[in-house]
Nanobody, 121 residues
């Protein structure tokens, strides 16, 4: 079993930055690809970013490419999402996930509880 705990969400003005963290614990936690997804009110959960287990490959949704950066520190069992130039449309609950490499929800087996990010205008 793998447990994921996100932190770092909060309220920020448009144009600002936040860094989300996701601590991974449990069996072979560093062997998984990691992803960040988000869900805004009334919308489906959508892919944001992914990173391979070794950290050598990353992928981003078009809406965040160039503004967000995903990284991981396997020694600390932690995955990060650095979010810059935030927009009001980035407001959502952000979820960390562990599983196979991909951009679809079904490719991830384990999920955190989510952390709220609110971007004000």
């Amino acid at each position: 079993q793998v447990q994921l705990v996100e932190s770092g969400g909060g309220l920020v003005q448009a144009g600002g930055s936040l860094r989300l963290s996701c601590v991974v614990s449990g069996r072979a936690s560093s062997a998984y690809a990691m992803g960040w997804f988000r869900q805004a009110p009334g919308k489906e959960r959508e892919f944001v970013a992914a990173i391979s287990w070794g950290g050598t490959s990353t992928d981003y949704a078009d809406s965040v490419r160039g503004r967000f950066t995903i990284s991981r520190d396997n020694a600390k069992n932690t995955v990060y999402l650095q979010m810059n130039s935030l927009k009001t449309e980035d407001t959502a609950v952000y979820y960390c996930a562990a599983g196979d490499w991909g951009t679809r929800r079904y490719e991830y087996d384990y999920w955190g509880q989510g952390t709220q990010v609110t971007v004000s205008s």
